[in-house]
């Protein structure tokens, strides 16, 4: 029988699906299980959108020019405008998903063997992707402490190797919810112009910030149009995962040339999802309003419900719909497993992400779970009270 | 400025899409240019796949099983059953197109430096997934004498080293169009367990064969389903190109744990195409009965067309809608250019694809190029006199 490639053998499985099983099982016991650990929002796709879905008259599904339709992209210019974006149609290649728009970014910036720095935790498949493209992540550490702010410029600085070709933010942040400030920006744009890095700036959670906080992104830096590469998605933004969709902008020509050729290669991004993408850019402003404040309301709920716990924390997110808590657990896999195979409150329980899965730096994470915050407010309260009499019982529990 | 990989420098741009400027140029200087370069079929999507969509009642595009639904894949099992295939829902991994299916086949199996052979003329997008994933072609001659027959078993047993992973075919071939016969297989099938190699098999023109040809799928052959990798696409088949679905297949349990942790990176396959896909399966059997009579007809005109001009030669496909002729040509790629922005026939010129683009070794197809007879027969005989009309006058004619 052949034998199957080390670089699939060192794949990580997703952190998240591993629980999945356990999940089956709490529901065949009859226990009900609320899902804050996936990034599935339960809100609606806008209306207009699927309306746009059923009106096609297609008669042939074909392919699309490798980096996106035309009309898509000159649309995405209006989107991006009205979010203080100034970009061309030339500057974007639409991708299948942001997911694939990282790994665009990783195989046109970077070769095997060169170093990427990321602020852990980050979100999980930053990892996958990295090995795929064989480069190597090298975490520096953000801390629950502060919220898990920018880490200071010093750990950017002891990181840089001369194999150091990049660093990659998500802004606000997946898993941790944390929004960076205009100032931590600048730094980064510091950094990368001293020592001629690519900046990556992962932003689909862009219009997901709270207490009239603004959003700045890197596109907007001084000086540093060369070295940064946006990563987007219309994913969370219109409710629309499954229509597999995102955009990697760059004024950098040679990136946007060189992320071509990885695109011609796979012929071209999904057609309905594109139609998904130029409607979605129409949805009337109300939508978001309403949206974000659904979000605000989970937000303030999970951050107060959980401070209140005894022994346990958890910073306020300045944005996205994650937070990352830290509760008085030995493991947060094995806590994680537990309360959906051992526990049940009520006939209920919750299913939460370990941040284990969240670090590349082994044994961090371990009393730290991400919450994603994507179900309504009853189902919340519901979860959280699920949360509170878990930890009071379960075994692992530290003083 | 931060300077691009040497992996995205050396990733060839698209042999197809390169000259595309070339027939923008054709169109502003008034020439109406026949597409007979692309793998984009002009046959109409099924009239039930595009009422399916237009009758769609989602109301949040969510993420589907990283392997594809399960409704999806189930229905597929009845599809493969009616080609005489037996598979489970378990053995596949449904894609984003048949490109993913690839990569994903080549990042699970092989690793990079490892070495997979393939029969030349192949796929030209064969050559940037293997770059993206770091491993080695290893092309071995099929020759336009014997129609691009299988190349001797002993090429295979040369051009095996203790790095050869896999050996890759696509049958029917693009872009010969070369169908494998039942004993081509055999020797396939003998010689991967000889060494214990993967074997992939790009299947996505199963359907295309003429003459009352039958396909032979390498997953009937006896003995090798730990060998064997099935990688197939909606694009071609229902006229779907857009919809970017493909499918992994293996009964390979190793193989698929492994693609399913890279599809679990990406997240998953796109909602709307694999409800196209679905859907597709329904499509009644006359739809194919009419293409396929089309299609039969196209490729007699070209066929003959050519074999009639002085000094050509175009053997006869046995499947898919390509062929590769030979032309007494100094350089396919200047004689396509050429076609496009210094000539022209009664106001028309034709745009084909130099086969250079589908040989992996320097030097090889430079008097060939590929015919997709992707047109109706009235544009296929204006574009077939276009050739024969451009032939007599290119100043790089052979004689």
Known sequence: MPVISNKGKAMPASPIRKLVPFSEEAKKRGVKVYHLNIGQPDIETPKNVMDKIRSTDIKVIEYSHSAGTISYRKKLVEYYKRVNIDVTPEDMIVTTGGSEAILFA????????????????????????????GIVVKPIDSVIENGFALPPIQAFEDAITPRTKAIMI?????PTGYLYSKEELESLRKIVLKHDLFLFSDEVYREFTYDGREHHSVMNLEGVDQNVVLLDSISKRYSACGARIGV????????????????????SPPTFGQIVGEEAINTPASYFTEVLEEYHKRRNIVVESINKMEGCFCPEPGGAFYAVARLPIDDSDRFCQWLLDSFSFEGQTVMLAPATGFYSSKGRGLDEVRISYVLNLTDLKNSMKCLEEGLKVYPGRKT
């Open 170 to 174: 998500c802004n606000p942040n997946n």
């Open 248 to 267: 990697l902008i760059s004024k950098n020509r040679e990136v946007i040339c060189t992320a071509l050729k990885f695109a011609q290669a796979r012929l």
């Open 106 to 133: 990783m195989n046109s910036c970077l070769d095997p063997g060169d170093e990427i720095i990321i602020p852990e935790p980050f979100y999980a498949n930053y990892n996958g992707f990295s090995l795929t493209s």
